[in-house]
């Protein structure tokens, strides 16, 4: 079955960095989309970050443009969120997913807040 585990998520003061990790099993995703989003509280989840399967098409949310870099590492079934230059309100939980056909599946997700 297909298992997606987010990691790295944590408190960290304005200005600061964090690595998310986003883990798969089940089935090599080689060939699939994956994608970081993110949802704060009483607001709709957003689109962070998507990279197809061979890194070769890249999209970041405006508001992260600069700031955020995703990649992956498809030997390792792995997809990564470099988050530099945080702000509080990049306080979210955030998720990770990949797209098979039409399905998508999420992750649990992990909490990133920032500090003033």
């Known amino acids: 079955q297909v298992q997606l585990v987010e990691s790295g998520g944590g408190l960290v003061q304005a200005g600061g960095s964090l690595r998310l990790s986003c883990a798969a099993s089940?089935?090599?995703?080689?060939?699939?989309?994956m994608g970081w989003f993110r949802q704060a509280p009483g607001k709709a989840r957003e689109l962070v970050a998507h990279?197809?399967?061979?890194?070769?098409?890249?999209n970041y949310a405006d508001s992260v443009k600069g700031r955020f870099t995703i990649s992956r590492d498809n030997a390792k079934n792995t997809v990564y969120l470099q988050m530099n230059s945080l702000k509080p309100e990049d306080t979210a939980l955030y998720y990770c997913?990949?797209?098979?056909?039409?399905?998508?599946?999420w992750g649990q997700g992990t909490q990133v807040t920032v500090s003033s």
């Open positions: 997913n990949v797209e098979i056909g039409g399905r998508v599946y």
């Open positions: 089940g089935r090599t995703f080689s060939n699939y989309a």
């Open positions: 990279v197809n399967c061979c890194g070769g098409s890249i």
